[in-house]
Structure formats: structure tokens, C-alpha cells
């Protein structure tokens, strides 16, 4: 059974940083598209980064461009999310997802974690 387990949300103050995991369970995501969603209240849920599965290049939503480093490491079949210089507006649920198929970093991903919240706020 395909699983993804996300952790390391919390509250952070502005400026603050945090590192979100996602465990991988039931397929191998060196196989996979892999990203990371978020979803605010009373807003849609939009991508924030993502890796292909097809040569592996990552993008970025622009707003964390410069902020957000994706990363995943095979070995332990977990994606991670760095999140440097925090905003109250990155505050949200933050969902890993993963896909076969899919060639945009946008919320049609078949697989989804359960969230994780994310607090940025003094």
C-alpha cells in the first residue's frame, strides 16, 4: 500500500526556518513525481515544489523561490522541504504528494500524506 507520512510542521516565528519530511512507503519516489502542496484557509491548495520524475529537476512556486530548497533522499525514500525565512503568509497545511504520471507541480497528484500544519507567527 502506497503511504506518505509528512512531519516537522509546527508554529515558527517570522524568519524562522523549519524542515518538512515526507516518508515514503509502499513504491520507490526515485520513480515518481514528488512535491509538496500547501493549502491556507479559505484558499486552494497550490503547489510549492516539486521534483520530476523524469530527470529529476525541481521547480518552485515564486514565492519560495530563494526561500524553499526540495530535496529527497533515496536511500531512506523520504522527501524533504527546507523552509528558510518564514512568513506569516506561508502558513498553511502542507501536504507531500507523489505520481506517476504527472508532468506539473499542480494538485491532480494521485497519492497525498495526511498535512502537516505550518504556523509562522510572533
Known amino acids: 500500500q502506497l503511504q506518505l507520512v509528512e512531519s516537522g510542521g509546527g508554529l515558527v516565528q517570522p524568519g524562522g526556518s523549519l524542515r518538512l519530511s515526507c516518508a515514503a512507503s509502499?513504491?520507490?519516489?526515485?520513480?515518481?513525481?514528488v512535491g509538496w502542496f500547501r493549502q491556507a484557509p479559505g484558499k486552494e491548495r497550490e503547489g510549492v515544489s516539486c521534483i520530476s520524475s523524469w530527470d529529476g529537476s525541481d521547480w518552485y512556486a515564486d514565492s519560495a523561490k530563494g526561500r524553499f530548497t526540495i530535496s529527497r533522499d533515496n536511500a531512506k525514500n523520504t522527501v524533504y522541504l527546507q523552509m528558510n525565512n518564514l512568513k506569516p503568509e506561508d502558513t498553511a497545511i502542507y501536504y507531500c504528494?507523489?505520481?506517476?504520471?504527472?508532468?506539473?507541480?499542480?494538485?491532480?497528484?494521485?497519492?497525498w500524506g495526511q498535512g502537516t500544519q505550518v504556523t509562522v507567527s510572533s
Open positions: 504528494a507523489a505520481d506517476a504520471h504527472s508532468m506539473a507541480c499542480i494538485p491532480n497528484y494521485d497519492h
Open positions: 509502499g513504491f520507490i519516489i526515485d520513480n515518481y513525481a
